[in-house]
């Protein structure tokens, strides 16, 4: 020992816990280290870990149920009066006679898109959609007897002049219910001898003037056309052949005195005259009407021709003929 020297203390351990000292016990002994930390986890701490874990396992039950409960009381509140209507519309557009209704809605919509849009843009003022005659000017006592404005579908009208076999130079076109005046200008692009319109609505007569007006001529093959303001019963029946056109137009009432009257015209006058009906009452009830003015007969089509009508075309279209 040098001299000044001091001897140096042993440095006191400090106080250490159990656990410490147990693992400074065990350090040697890797096997009894896991061991003291797994009775920690065990003994110590499992059993409140597994209270905690219990607790809030329900409680989360607990939530979940009350969620669930107010989930499916909201779903029902909020959806069972939406499925109950949608259950009902289902039933509804189920029946065969609505399926029927719904297709031929379905073929309107197809045809105003594929075939009449070529031909609107053409026309000044637009002939499609539908106007109800309560709003429009008319001064006839036959008011109560129309219909509201629809344009013919230029499917059905091609269609319709396709089963006319004689030659069209010789016919008057006369449409019973011109409107906006789509039927006219159809009528146009064949070379008919003349074409007049009939319309006993203000408003409707101007716009089918208008259209006319406007309508390129060098797609027409017959310019000699004109609309009329003028109630069907009033319209005298030309005195050449003639292909009269009735889209619906009218009641029976109105139907019956024109029908009267070309009756009487042919009588006085036989020719050639053809009647087109375009959406036309019940079948068997218009049957029996032309039946029973003794100078009609109906034009038969084939099946072929049937058939594709009635897939392609939302109208029902009927056609007949004089006798001679």
């Known amino acids: 020992m040098q001299p000044g020297q001091q001897l140096a203390e042993p440095a006191t351990p400090k106080p250490t816990s159990g656990l410490m000292a147990r693992i400074r016990e065990m350090r040697s002994k890797p096997a009894g280290l896991s061991h003291i930390l797994n009775s920690l986890l065990t003994k110590q701490s499992g ?27 909201f779903t029902s509140d909020e959806l069972s009066p939406r499925a109950a209507k949608a259950a009902r519309k289902v039933r509804y557009h189920a029946r065969p006679e609505n399926l029927g209704k719904d297709y031929r809605h379905f073929l309107h919509l197809t045809q105003e898109i594929a075939y009449d849009r070529a031909i609107e ?68 692009q064949y070379p008919f001898r003349k074409i007049v319109g009939v319309e006993f609505a203000r408003e409707l007569q101007d716009d089918a003037m208008m259209n006319i007006a406007q309508f390129p001529r060098s797609l027409m093959k017959c310019r000699d056309v004109d609309c009329l303001l003028m109630d069907a019963v009033d319209f005298p029946v030309p005195e050449t ?49 032309m039946e029973r003015t003794v100078i009609f007969e109906p034009i038969y089509h084939s099946t072929s021709e049937k058939m594709r009508m009635q897939i392609l075309s939302p109208d029902q279209v009927q056609i007949f003929r004089t006798l001679v």
């Open 121 to 188: 843009k053409l026309f000044f003022v637009p002939a499609r959609g539908y106007i109800p005659l309560d709003k429009l000017t008319i001064d006839s006592p036959n008011r109560q007897f129309g219909h509201d404005y629809h344009p013919v579908h230029r499917l059905s009208f091609d269609w319709a002049m396709a089963q006319i076999p004689d030659p069209l130079r010789d016919f008057t076109f006369v449409d019973y219910g011109a409107g906006r005046g789509r039927a006219l200008l159809l009528a146009a």
């Open 241 to 289: 052949k003639g292909v009269f056109l009735f889209n619906d137009s009218f009641d029976r009432e109105v139907l019956e005195t024109v029908l009267a009257r070309t009756i009487s015209s042919y009588r006085a006058n036989p020719r050639r005259i053809y009647l087109v009906f375009v959406r036309p009452p019940q079948a068997e009830e218009l049957d029996d009407l």
């Open 47 to 73: 059993q409140s870990w597994l209270n905690t874990g219990r607790q809030l396992g329900r409680r989360g039950l607990r939530f979940g149920r009350n969620s669930f409960t107010r989930a499916s009381q």
